[in-house]
């Protein structure tokens, strides 16, 4: 075989290849193999050899399976349990100074160290790995009951509810002596739990103790369930805690004005008295879900602090601190990879990187049963042609010649690493369906004394992840190679399209844009063809034949029958017809100068387009520059049915369905030729998105959106999306399958593509930013030593005409534990899906179902983790799996998004485009397009030691009004959208670096443009919103926000941290809610 990358010869079999960096044949990456000899494949049984079977330096894993943890208890003085993983009474409130351990791989155990008094709770210990520093745990935020690594037995208490409470200082130690003890926990259970004999296995947690006696004056009272809490002037109290429960402490803590909430009364000694704390609860503005429970006199608001709750910007920080620095290498089976936010370099070793393949979680139930009791949905975001660093290599290309790549014969799966050859080498076991299949004598290689091949480090496709095959004429349309595709571009020519300056800017933007075509890796020019349509209310063909001196038009005035009036001339070559082209688009904005026509047509254009490609016999995209609603008399008219009385109503869902089925045909009929459509949108009112964008969005296009667009505002977004848009690597005329290995299958899909049966995503056009999402749903039972096997395999047609096969593997882990599911879980991945579901439901639901439905979902999937993996305590107390710590406020964003919940100003248009762009959003563009990134600026001013020399931008804060300091500036982007707020009070210097006038009054609210100035600030600010742009697949247009301006309004509903305008709730209130949902179900 050869690799044809610009490789040397294949070298003897069995000798590392120079083509793969770092390939060894004794183990990967270059390091010298161990002496003991590696264990063989097995049918995908237990660790694969030759991937490593320790972790890599700062990678812990969970065992495979986890049965009942031993029973043992770590003694500290005075008797009580030592918590020593989390110091002594380091509670963190907010960004924490110390490094979070976030998200572990494994459970931790427990170290023994000298403590605070607490209850005496006997702890079951974990015994997963090594512990871990003290500085990796001593800044686990206060609030969450976090369980990622074994945590210390919770106990009860509210989440703030009952009369105002304050909360312990979150810093500093507490005082070894002194306190009076805690009674011990007992009183009326909740479903799942159990207090007296040996503890049950709980894999997450440590458990609670068995009763003791009570301590004299101890009252036992109250039905089961959450009674009034009681006034008592100096009870002992319980604080936030480290280990994420708002419950009781490791010590005594001070000014805890009530007894727990949430279970039985209890009548206690009162406690000396303690110095008040730094850091109070405020008694105002959250109502507590209790509330009618109290009696009358003790109905008093009181607030969460908002430190205490999971912040997204700490679990960011600590990820990017605890696995930015180390590579991600995917040799080991079901490893969850570092957060999308943070920078990480990938290493393949056999599993697809997870730019490729994301999962919501990377531990899969054994049993659809367990699936079900969870309700944490099994799926995979995969993103085929994902972009890849410049420091990590593009997949491999593999030549098999006139035979093709090797599969299985029965299911079909292409060779990967996790196949395993038998007999000698002449046979190989399918690792998806156990088929046995002969090895053909071309590809027969030897197998050494662990039944590996000996040439599998030369071969991507027994050693890598992600690999690429060349595919054969088999594979092809019609049994033909394909030819190159084409680029076609439609232009609107109405007197709306004329006036705003939109044709001339086009025109005049695509004499330049047209050399920088997509093109093949070495090529020295483009192989795509290039054609040009105008249209009104009837379509103009050109002719630009390189023999031409002047281009020819002709006029299609019979738009129902739509043909195509010329072959020869319509596609050509770009270098040759080059003076032909620069004319014609020199002729068009004069032609149409004095236009009068208003009125368009939309279904035709596009007929038009399919039909030259199919006249051609070859792929490629439309490029559609549009501004109005098609009201012409043509196939595909629309009328204006914008209705915003329909909101809140059972026909809400009728604003995101199309008018007519008849671009629903026209899009199966692209796809089948392989036309992809981008549409390019200008209106100045209601164009109906929801209709123009089924074609684009069934072809695998995109659609782009510029209200009232005008060309001194606009153009530099305009012209950069077109610009990222015309270069964009496509793949065409493109068919995926998803195949799984036995015990689970595809079942549901999410995106932009066409499904014409239930296993092929078929699309027209694919390009590195769209993402296509897998639901998985059991269909035997899985078993914990096989895991679970992913394949994703493309099949498409490269810009210089080549047809091929990208192949992604993936292996997950089964697991028998509810808690080894909730360990390995990916909340960001998890918001992604959970976000496309309901945006898909909108389409047949009222919309209060599809948020119902989410909130519902959300309260199971935490509500199963509280009954069994969560250690028995009060009902009071919120506990949280480590993993989804995240999972409300994010939940919490996506339900107040436009989609779901719009407030007065969003247009019907905009909810519909934003409905189809998040469908083919990766994980890093739904993370930040519904938790924006807020970066307060001031601090780079260049009197202080600037973050931004040593990092690319400045640490991030909360997305929450309260953040925001009247003397700061703040850069706020979602990937769409990009606001520099300027508060009221900033330095004069700061104005006149930035903005180059005196005063803050003198700075133009809506200022799209920062002034270039020759200072270190400006320079700064400048080079930051130049980074932020490279970062997204979309220009963000920036827009200058001063505080108590009225554009204000448009900024705070970026604030997602805060109550909406729309009436969506801030994120204490919906933390609460959530938390009295989970109570309901468990009760």
């Known amino acids: 075989m050869n690799v044809n990358q610009s490789a040397p010869p294949v070298p003897p079999f069995g000798q590392p290849q120079p083509i793969y960096p770092g390939y060894h044949q004794s183990s990967y990456g270059g390091q010298p193999g161990s002496t003991a000899a590696p264990t063989p494949y097995g049918a995908y049984n237990g660790p694969v050899p030759g991937y490593q079977q320790t972790p890599p330096p700062g990678v812990s894993r969970a065992p495979a399976s986890s049965g009942a943890p031993p029973t043992s208890t770590a003694q500290g003085p005075c008797g009580q349990t030592a918590y020593g993983q989390f110091g002594q009474g380091d509670v963190q409130n907010g960004p924490s100074s110390g490094v979070q351990m976030q998200r572990l791989p494994g459970s931790q155990p427990l170290a023994s160290a000298p403590l605070a008094p607490v209850v005496s709770q006997p ?63 007992t009183g009326p259970l909740l479903p799942g739990q159990s207090f007296g004999g040996p503890p049950v296995s709980q894999p997450n947690h440590v458990s609670s103790p068995p009763p003791q006696a009570l301590p004299p004056g101890t009252q ?32 005594p803590q001070s000014n805890y004005g009530s007894p727990y909430p949430g279970a039985a009364t209890f009548g206690s000694q009162p406690g000396p008295p303690q110095p008040l704390p730094p850091k109070r609860l405020d008694p105002d503005a959250i109502p507590s879900p209790q509330l009618n429970e109290l009696p009358p006199q003790q109905k008093t608001r009181h607030r969460i602090d908002p430190d205490a709750i999971p912040s997204p910007i700490q679990v960011i920080e600590d990820d990017r601190n605890n696995r930015g620095s180390e590579p991600f290498v995917t040799g080991l089976r079901g490893q969850v990879p570092p957060l999308v936010t943070t920078n990480f370099l990938v290493k393949d070793q056999g599993n697809a990187s997870p730019r490729y393949i994301r999962c919501t979680s990377y531990n899969i139930p054994c049993t659809s049963d367990m699936a079900k009791q969870a309700q944490v949905p099994l799926a995979a975001v995969i993103k085929p042609l994902a972009r890849l660093p410049p420091e990590e290599a593009s997949p491999y290309v593999v030549d098999h010649g006139e035979s093709g790549p090797l599969r299985c014969n029965r299911c079909k799966a292409y060779m990967c690493p996790f196949m395993q050859f038998v007999e000698g080498g002449r046979r190989f076991q399918c690792c998806f369906c156990s088929c046995i299949n002969d090895v053909p004598p071309q590809y027969f290689q030897h197998l050494d004394h662990t039944g590996k091949r000996v040439d599998a480090y030369d071969r991507p496709e027994l050693s890598l992840g992600s690999y690429e095959f060349l595919a054969t004429v088999d594979y092809c349309k019609n049994n033909k190679f394909p030819v190159p595709p084409a680029f076609i571009f439609m232009i609107d020519v109405s007197y709306n399209a004329v006036r705003s300056g939109l044709v001339r800017l086009l025109c005049e933007e695509l004499k330049s844009l047209l050399d920088f075509l997509p093109r093949e890796g070495g090529a020295e020019e483009s192989a795509i063809r290039v054609g040009f349509v105008t249209y009104n209310k009837v379509l103009h063909f050109y002719n630009v034949k390189s023999s031409l001196a002047q281009p020819q038009m002709m006029v299609v005035s019979d738009v129902g029958d739509m043909f195509v009036p010329l072959l020869d001339g319509f596609l050509v070559n770009v270098n040759e017809s080059r003076a032909v082209i620069t004319s014609l688009l020199d002729q068009i904005p004069e032609m149409f100068a004095d236009t009068r026509e ?180 059991h269909d035997d039972r899985l078993n914990e030593e096989n895991g679970a096997l992913l394949q994703c395999a493309l099949l498409y047609t490269s810009c210089a005409g080549q047809r091929r096969l990208r192949i992604h593997n993936l292996a997950l882990n089964c697991c028998t534990q509810l808690a080894d599911l909730y360990r390995n879980c990916e909340t960001d991945t998890l918001i992604n899906y959970m976000a496309k579901f309901a945006y898909r439901g909108v389409l047949s639901s009222p919309v209060k179902t599809v948020r119902d439905t989410l909130i519902t979902q959300c309260a199971q999937i935490l509500a199963c983790y509280r009954k069994n993996c969560a250690s028995p305590s009060s009902a009071g107390q919120l506990i949280l799996p480590e993993c989804m ?69 400045p640490p991030a804060v909360r997305a929450s009004e309260e953040r925001l300091s009247n003397g700061d500036i703040y850069l706020l982007e979602n990937g769409l959208n990009l606001f520099l707020w300027v508060g009221a009070s900033v330095q004069q210097g700061v104005v006149q670096s930035l903005f180059g006038v005196s005063s803050f009054s003198q700075i133009t609210s809506g200022l799209s443009v920062l002034p270039v100035l020759d200072n ?68």
């Not at 100045?684 to 969005?697: H, I, K, R």
């Not at 079942?747 to 993402?771: C, I, P, Q, R, W």
Request: charged share 20%.
């Open 123 to 185: 702890a079951v210990l974990q015994p997963y790995g090594p512990p871990p520093t003290s500085a990796q745990v001593t800044a686990q935020l206060a609030g969450m009951q976090i369980s990622g690594a074994a945590a210390p037995a919770p106990a009860p208490s509210g989440l703030g509810y009952g009369p105002p409470t304050s909360l312990a200082s979150a810093s500093g130690s507490f005082p070894n002596s002194g306190g009076p003890r805690m009674p011990s926990m």
């Open 220 to 251: 036992m009272t109250g039905p089961p369930g959450p009674p009034p809490p009681m006034h008592s002037a100096q009870q002992p109290g319980y604080q936030l805690q480290q280990n994420g429960s708002f419950g009781p402490a490791r010590g």
């Open 598 to 777: 208003t009125e368009t047509v939309f279904a035709p254009v596009i007929q038009a387009g399919m039909e030259a490609l199919k006249a051609a016999e070859c792929a490629g995209k439309l490029f559609l520059f549009h501004t109005s609603l098609p009201i012409a008399e043509a196939p595909g008219k629309l009328k204006n049915r914008d209705d915003r009385k329909l909101i809140n109503t059972d026909k809400e869902k009728t604003l995101f369905q199309p008018q007519s089925g008849a671009y629903q045909t026209l899009a199966k009929e692209c796809v089948a030729q392989g036309c992809c459509v981008d549409l390019f949108l200008f209106p100045n009112q209601y164009v109906d998105v929801a209709t123009l964008s089924v074609v684009p969005q069934l072809t695998g296009g995109s659609v782009y959106k510029y209200a009232c667009f005008q060309v001194e505002n606009d153009q530099e977004r305009f012209l950069s999306d077109l610009r990222r848009d015309v270069q964009k690597v496509v793949g065409f005329d493109a068919v995926m399958r998803v195949r799984t290995s036995t015990g689970i299958r595809a079942v549901d899909f999410f995106g932009a593509f066409y499904m014409s049966n239930t296993t092929d995503v078929e699309l027209a056009g694919l390009d590195g930013d769209k993402t296509v999402t897998v639901e998985f749903k």
């Open 885 to 953: 710590k995240l999972l409300p406020v994010y939940l919490n964003c996506v339900l107040k998004s436009e989609v779901l919940q719009p407030g007065a100003e969003v247009t019907t248009d905009d909810r519909a485009y934003v409905r189809q762009l998040v469908t083919s959003m990766d994980v890093a563009e739904t993370n930040v397009f519904f938790y924006p990134r807020l970066l307060p600026l001031v601090r780079l001013n260049a009197g202080t030691k600037s973050p931004i020399e040593n990092t690319t931008e």
């Open 1016 to 1083: 270190l600030l400006s320079k700064k600010v400048r080079g930051l919103i130049d980074s932020l742009r490279a970062q997204r697949s979309r220009y963000m247009k920036l827009i200058v926000v001063k505080q108590e301006d009225k554009l204000e309004m448009l900024f705070k509903h970026f604030l997602v941290e805060d109550k909406s305008l729309s009436g969506g709730a801030s994120y204490v209130d919906f933390l609460c809610h959530m938390h009295k949902e989970i109570r309901q179900l468990l009760s």
